[in-house]
């Protein structure tokens, strides 16, 4: 009898203990970190001649792997969203691959961040998430505005640039920059993250991820009516620097002299 | 017009501070400051120098909710009737500028690094930094966050009449457990000089001369990403496409060789200074001074240049 009871707790209690997550992580693509940079259209648009799309490095390496392993760790389900056309379902297969369990595409052109930020938000109430990641900024708009506006949106509280992210019942624990340092917060769930550097470390998807990642739910679904705020009127490259001035490495007083009253920067 | 700017001055007013208030100075209109984190009101009045016309100020406020401060700046805003708010481009505004952004539906520019065009759009960095973008906001009000470094601070005015804020305030969510502040570092993305090294010093046992040079400097230490990802220096002083972006006035590079994703991270940089053995290394090309040499041998002859530089002239 005794022994009876003592399965049946055993049995239990990690059952119990296990605070399943529903996490939803976003993701954005960028061009391939080597992409050269280039404008068509009288300088209106990005060239996306030869451009290669990666799952933005953020959202991929930190939000996501992060979520992962919380899943590995307290069990849950994570999902993908992403706010683009057919074309981006490359990337989308690919943070499938890596091992969320399911994705949506919200079928529309991500125009700026709050036509985007408003699209997620409108998906992410009527699913029941406990927590959203995104990653701290994407490498081509690098304006770090979709996390906030998600967390504005739902009425929920936001914690930016984490580099840790613990979870324990409904209390996640983060590490976050501040101005000048660092700070360990807490924050009861449902919550909005953006994640940084330092929360989790790149996974390389294996092939039985990528066989996996072919038969995993892709929901589109249709974007609702929202107004953008912002729009990109014309792009520009930076001037190309005049030729480098070489100094002798044994005389550094010149350089020093050439920083005081030629560059004037010291 | 009426240009709201908006100032976490726990740690007193650093030159970020005075940059925002000269940049919506220099829209025109009047200005409104509102500040959380201190009741110095002696030191707050200064602002009025910078452009203010008006300081109201909440202490009991922090940075650490992002929720609880958007709703104190959301209306003080409504209140001031603000068409234009303004932050500094940092950690505080990255988490708050967007949620005002949905609160008043108000376009924001994130990162800007000039003043509006004569058509209203301005200037950012995109991709990383490898090109700019001009953004026009559509909607009738407007967010703009400031890359710190982008301007200088002008005074133009006296001191201004600094008052409390006088509303609801709402509870903050977020309950800090511990904070911990490097002492007496320079935070890298306000640096006016930055000194930085990459794989070429060999080691993290090496970087005895970049703090030196950096001390001697008065400057901010930086990284390239191996040198981060190795663990040799800390996260947050890895510099480049996935790290920090700066734009200093001076950006000294020993021992990194210049990959695209690094030059990303600082081609703002108003002059650059490279250091490196190989006459070959991408970097020279972005450079304005070029020393081909031997950090090991350059760095600690520059330190001793620069002390003796700061001794004959201060």
Same mark, same amino acid.
């Given at each position: 009898?005794?022994?009876?009871?003592? /399965?049946?707790?055993?049995?239990?209690?990690?059952?119990?203990?296990?605070?399943?997550?529903k996490?939803l992580?976003?993701?954005?693509?960028?061009?391939?970190?080597?992409?050269? /940079?280039?404008?068509? !259209?009288?300088n209106t648009?990005?060239?996306?001649?030869?451009? %290669?799309?990666?799952?933005? =490095?953020? !959202?991929?390496?930190?939000?996501?792997?992060?979520?992962? &392993?919380?899943? &590995?760790?307290?069990?849950?389900?994570?999902?993908?969203?992403?706010?683009g056309?057919?074309? #981006?379902?490359?990337i /989308?297969?690919?943070?499938?691959?890596?091992g969320?369990? &399911?994705?949506?595409?919200?079928?529309?052109?991500?125009?700026?961040?709050?036509?985007?930020?408003?699209?997620?938000? #409108?998906?992410?109430?009527?699913?029941?998430?406990?927590?959203?990641?995104?990653?701290?900024?994407?490498?081509?708009?690098?304006?770090?505005?979709?996390?906030?506006?998600?967390?504005?949106?739902?009425?929920l =509280?936001?914690?930016?640039?984490?580099?840790?992210?613990d979870?324990?019942?409904?209390?996640?624990?983060? $590490?976050?920059?501040?101005?000048?340092?660092?700070?360990?917060? &807490?924050?009861?769930? =449902?919550?909005?993250?953006?994640?940084?550097?330092?929360?989790? $470390?790149?996974?390389?998807?294996?092939?039985?991820?990528?066989?996996?990642?072919?038969?995993?739910?892709? %929901?589109?679904?249709?974007?609702?009516?929202?107004?953008?705020?912002?729009?990109?009127?014309?792009?520009?490259?930076?001037?190309?620097?005049?030729?480098?001035?070489?100094? #002798?490495?044994?005389?550094?007083?010149?350089?020093?002299e050439?920083?005081?009253?030629?560059?004037?920067?010291i | 017009?009426?240009?709201l700017?908006?100032?976490?001055?726990?740690?007193?007013?650093?030159?970020?501070?005075?940059?925002?208030?000269?940049?919506?100075?220099?829209?025109?209109?009047?200005?409104?400051?509102?500040?959380?984190?201190?009741?110095?009101?002696?030191?707050?009045?200064?602002?009025?120098?910078?452009?203010?016309?008006?300081?109201?100020?909440?202490?009991?406020?922090?940075?650490?909710?992002?929720?609880?401060?958007?709703?104190?700046?959301?209306?003080?805003?409504?209140?001031?009737? @603000? @068409?234009?708010?303004?932050?500094?481009?940092?950690? *505080?505004?990255?988490?708050?500028?967007?949620?005002?952004? *949905?609160?008043?539906?108000?376009?924001?520019?994130?990162?800007?690094?000039?003043?509006?065009?004569?058509?209203?759009?301005?200037?950012?960095?995109?991709?990383?930094g490898?090109?700019?973008g001009s953004?026009?906001?559509?909607?009738?009000?407007?967010?703009?966050?400031?890359?710190?470094?982008?301007?200088?601070?002008?005074?133009?005015?006296?001191?201004?009449?600094?008052?409390?804020?006088?509303?609801?305030? +709402?509870?903050?969510?977020?309950?800090?457990?511990? +904070?911990?502040?490097p002492?007496?570092?320079?935070?890298?993305?306000?640096?006016?000089?930055?000194?930085?090294?990459?794989?070429?010093?060999?080691?993290p046992?090496?970087?005895?001369?970049?703090e030196?040079?950096?001390?001697?400097?008065?400057?901010?230490?930086?990284?390239?990403?191996? *040198?981060?990802?190795?663990?040799?220096?800390?996260?947050?002083?890895?510099?480049?496409?996935?790290?920090?972006?700066?734009?200093?006035?001076?950006?000294?590079?020993?021992?990194?060789?210049?990959?695209?994703?690094?030059?990303?991270g600082?081609?703002?940089?108003?002059?650059?200074? *490279?250091?490196?053995?190989?006459?070959? @290394?991408?970097?020279?090309?972005?450079?304005?001074?070029?020393?081909?040499?031997?950090?090991?041998?350059?760095?600690?002859?520059? +330190?001793?240049?620069?002390k003796?530089?700061?001794?004959?002239?201060?």
């Amino acid at each position: 009898m005794n022994i009876l009871v003592g /399965i049946f707790v055993l049995n239990l209690q990690p059952i119990e203990k296990k605070s399943k997550m529903k996490i939803l992580v976003c993701i954005s693509k960028s061009p391939d970190t080597t992409s050269k /940079i280039a404008f068509t !259209d009288n300088n209106t648009k990005f060239d996306e001649n030869g451009v %290669q799309y990666i799952v933005n =490095p953020y !959202d991929e390496w930190y939000a996501l792997v992060r979520a992962l &392993e919380l899943k &590995e760790t307290i069990g849950g389900n994570v999902t993908i969203v992403t706010v683009g056309n057919a074309a #981006d379902e490359a990337i /989308i297969r690919k943070a499938l691959a890596i091992g969320a369990d &399911e994705a949506v595409r919200i079928d529309a052109d991500p125009t700026d961040a709050y036509y985007t930020a408003m699209q997620i938000a #409108d998906y992410a109430k009527s699913n029941g998430f406990d927590l959203v990641l995104t990653g701290k900024e994407t490498i081509n708009y690098n304006g770090s505005q979709v996390g906030g506006m998600i967390a504005e949106a739902m009425d929920l =509280p936001f914690v930016s640039l984490a580099t840790k992210l613990d979870a324990a019942g409904t209390t996640l624990t983060l $590490e976050r920059e501040i101005v000048g340092g660092v700070q360990v917060v &807490e924050v009861q769930t =449902p919550a909005v993250i953006s994640c940084a550097k330092g929360m989790a $470390e790149q996974r390389i998807p294996n092939m039985r991820g990528i066989m996996a990642a072919r038969t995993k739910p892709l %929901q589109v679904i249709a974007p609702v009516a929202v107004e953008t705020l912002t729009t990109y009127t014309t792009y520009t490259m930076p001037n190309a620097k005049s030729a480098c001035k070489l100094i #002798d490495p044994s005389n550094m007083d010149e350089l020093v002299e050439l920083l005081h009253n030629e560059a004037k920067v010291i | 017009m009426s240009t709201l700017v908006y100032i976490n001055s726990n740690n007193g007013l650093n030159k970020a501070a005075l940059e925002v208030v000269t940049y919506s100075k220099n829209l025109g209109g009047n200005v409104t400051v509102i500040a959380t984190g201190s009741s110095n009101q002696e030191l707050l009045a200064t602002l009025g120098q910078y452009g203010a016309s008006k300081v109201i100020f909440e202490a009991s406020v922090t940075a650490d909710d992002a929720q609880q401060l958007t709703e104190l700046i959301a209306t003080v805003a409504q209140a001031e009737n @603000a @068409a234009t708010i303004v932050f500094s481009h940092d950690v *505080v505004a990255k988490a708050i500028a967007p949620r005002l952004s *949905v609160k008043l539906k108000a376009g924001l520019v994130s990162g800007a690094i000039e003043a509006p065009n004569a058509d209203g759009s301005i200037k950012v960095n995109v991709f990383s930094g490898k090109a700019f973008g001009s953004v026009k906001v559509t909607s009738d009000k407007k967010i703009i966050s400031l890359l710190p470094n982008s301007i200088q601070p002008s005074i133009s005015g006296s001191n201004c009449s600094v008052e409390a804020f006088n509303g609801t305030l +709402t509870t903050s969510k977020i309950k800090v457990i511990s +904070t911990k502040k490097p002492e007496g570092a320079i935070p890298l993305p306000e640096a006016e000089l930055v000194v930085s090294a990459g794989r070429g010093l060999k080691g993290p046992e090496n970087w005895g001369m970049v703090e030196d040079l950096a001390a001697a400097l008065g400057a901010a230490t930086a990284c390239s990403r191996p *040198v981060a990802d190795i663990g040799w220096r800390p996260h947050h002083e890895h510099v480049g496409q996935t790290g920090v972006a700066i734009r200093p006035n001076l950006y000294i590079a020993a021992g990194i060789s210049g990959a695209i994703q690094h030059l990303a991270g600082v081609n703002g940089s108003k002059v650059i200074v *490279v250091i490196n053995t190989d006459a070959e @290394a991408p970097f020279f090309k972005a450079a304005d001074y070029g020393i081909i040499g031997d950090a090991f041998e350059v760095l600690p002859k520059l +330190t001793a240049a620069v002390k003796k530089f700061k001794a004959e002239n201060h």
